[in-house]
């Protein structure tokens, strides 16, 4: 979960690389730093901290043309200066940027403090400058195929020598690598964000794969070292997409996004009034007696919310699992069994993990996810992108919101192919689809007051979350988006199970945060709603637009746009993102890089 970036091209290295490091921060944010060759050494500068204190530690700054950067998420020592990337060889004549795990490092290491080599961090990456450097016979691509060659694990590789000017290489294995091509200057990055605002030309390097990169050239290899053609593509977005555009977070602004992104995910998959979504054609889906959804974070809460939805329509047995435990569960799986993998970013490890264990007992594999080329749409036998444009923000809302979309409209278009909703029914729940956009526009339209209730009710140390069906999945991501970005500790409960233990922890200290938004179930609700006030404890409803009812039990009232009971989970959402979003405000916290969070996690 760290960001790497490298340059070589003909402007000033280091102003390209900060640059970059700045736009990758959301992947990292406990140390940073640069190497940049020049003059036959290599310069490097690093700081533990944010980007700010690497650029006031550069001073004036390196000379050099060619280099790489790294802004560091800690697994394997502290972030502190020492661990801090870059990583250099004894001999200084390689530098190193690292994203992923290094498996078999300890008996690497072992092995080379053996030959005497002088290891001065606690990282597993070091190792691997110091195995360029016990390769090197001045072959610079024979080095670095020989040094990853002794490589278990995770990795994404910059590399630079100070022997070769000029020159770079980069390689992926099962980390996220993207390859920009300029005009005269070429750069590899974690993520597009990185250099969109120079080229929008890109490479996506596939697992096992490396590039050598000059200022005119990129050259791709496969794992075996033989040059291959590489597949290129062009971004469809524009840097001002990763830009916060006045906004004062980017959580707040993807907030405010999330009714734009929902109409480029939604739109595209309608034609003459019909679901039609690209992707799905060799999909046979009568031929599917059981979906397993597989995810992490708010990812799996999208599952939850879809496998109501799936198995309402569809009627097809349908479990959401957190993928890493799905993976270490020996899940009984077949050839009959559809396998719905989520991720915003294509890269979760524990989610690649869970789609590998699904194809190795012959499970069929669909994704969702919104990377094109991503390890996970790369690995699956059907993909559908969500169309949310690029989230910088740790604590996702697009994201999670157009995944909920993606799953409305898996389970309309398989019920109508199954023949299990009527064509009027399906109809009826397109236009339901199509309208959502507005419907979530609604929504924030429709609780201008939330900010005021965040500050009523910040200081509250353990809210609880309770609702029941698509309510519940719903208080799921809602206590989530609290706890990571204001660090208040809260927990969601099916409300069903309060008087099952949970019960004993209410008194007139706590809020409860109840969601009465599911017709069918508000009686019930209601009955949860009191047991909690006679324990004195405050409620905060979470009801649907024109609910006069619920003001006779609660404290206070957020209200959520109306739309199909089916699909309310993705409205009732919006209002809590910006409670949680206002009450972080409110405790001083830094909301788009929460402490110890980075956005895509990348090791397990």
Avoid at 339 to 345: R, T
Avoid at 400 to 410: G, R, S
Wanted: glycine share 8%; charged share 25%; aromatic share 8%.
């Amino acid at each position: 979960m760290c960001g790497i970036i490298g340059y070589t091209g003909v402007k000033n290295a280091q102003d390209i690389l900060i640059e970059g490091l700045r736009k990758l921060e959301y992947r990292g944010y406990d140390s940073a730093g640069v190497s940049i060759q020049h003059d036959g050494v290599i310069d490097t500068v690093k700081s533990s901290g944010r980007i700010d204190a690497l650029v006031e530690k550069l001073g004036d700054g390196i000379p050099g043309v060619t280099g790489v950067g790294h802004t560091r998420w800690a697994t394997h020592g502290a972030p502190n200066d020492t661990n801090a990337h870059p990583h250099i060889s004894n001999n200084g004549r390689f530098a190193i940027v690292h994203n992923g795990i290094i498996e078999n490092y300890e008996s690497l290491r072992a092995e080379l403090t053996a030959d005497g080599v002088c290891f001065k961090s606690d990282t597993d990456s070091e190792v691997v400058a110091c195995l360029l450097e016990l390769y090197y016979d001045g072959d610079f691509k024979s080095a670095v195929y020989k040094a990853v060659g002794r490589l278990e694990g995770s990795f994404a590789l910059g590399i630079v020598c100070a022997d070769h000017p000029g020159r770079l290489f980069a390689v992926k294995n099962m980390s996220p690598l993207i390859i920009g091509v300029g005009e005269g200057e070429n750069y590899f990055a974690s993520d597009v964000t990185a250099f969109i605002g120079h080229t929008k030309d890109v490479i996506r390097l596939s697992d096992g794969q490396a590039a050598e990169i000059t200022a005119e050239s990129v050259t791709v290899y496969d794992a075996d070292g033989n040059e291959t053609e590489p597949e290129r593509s062009v971004v469809t977005w524009d840097i001002e997409a990763a830009e916060k555009g006045g906004f004062e977070h980017f959580m707040l602004k993807e907030i405010m996004e999330q009714p734009r992104a929902l109409e480029a995910t939604i739109k595209p998959r309608v034609k003459k009034g019909r679901l039609a979504p690209e992707g799905l054609e060799e999909l046979d889906i009568s031929k599917v007696s059981r979906i397993v959804i597989v995810a992490c974070g708010s990812a799996y809460h999208a599952g939850v919310v879809g496998k109501y939805v799936i198995e309402r329509l569809c009627r097809i047995p349908t479990t959401a699992e957190l993928a890493s435990e799905f993976r270490y569960s020996d899940p009984i799986l077949d050839e009959s069994v559809l396998v719905i993998a989520i991720s915003q970013s294509g890269e979760t490890a524990d989610t690649l993990a869970a789609m590998r264990e699904a194809k190795g007992k012959g499970a069929r594999v669909m994704s969702i996810v919104n990377v094109v080329g991503s390890s996970v749409a790369n690995l699956s036998d059907n993909v559908l992108y969500t169309w949310a444009g690029p989230e910088i923000a740790v604590a996702t809302t697009k994201g999670y919101t157009t995944q909920v979309a993606m799953l409305y409209i898996f389970a309309v278009w398989a019920a109508g192919k199954l023949g299990r909703i009527s064509s009027e029914r399906e109809g009826e729940l397109t236009k339901c689809i199509l309208a959502l956009p507005e419907r979530v526009q609604h929504a924030i339209d429709l609780n201008m007051h939330v900010e005021s209730l965040a500050k009523k009710y910040h200081t509250y140390k353990t809210p609880f979350f309770i609702g029941r069906n698509f309510d519940y999945a719903s208080c799921l991501e809602a206590s989530l988006k609290l706890k990571e970005i204001s660090y208040i500790h809260s927990e969601a409960y099916a409300a069903g199970e309060l008087k099952h233990g949970t019960i004993a922890l209410l008194s007139p200290d706590e809020l409860v945060i109840a969601y009465c938004c599911h017709e069918a179930l508000y009686d019930k609700m209601m009955s949860n709603v009191k047991e909690v006030k006679a324990r004195g404890a405050r409620v905060l409803a979470v009801a649907q637009e024109g609910n006069k009812r619920v003001l006779a039990e609660a404290d206070d009232v957020i209200y959520v746009a109306d739309t199909d009971p089916l699909f309310m989970a993705l409205t009732q959402i919006v209002p809590m993102q910006l409670f949680a979003y206002y009450a972080a405000k409110e405790n001083g916290c830094d909301i788009d890089k929460p402490k110890n969070l980075a956005k895509s996690v990348t090791v397990e």
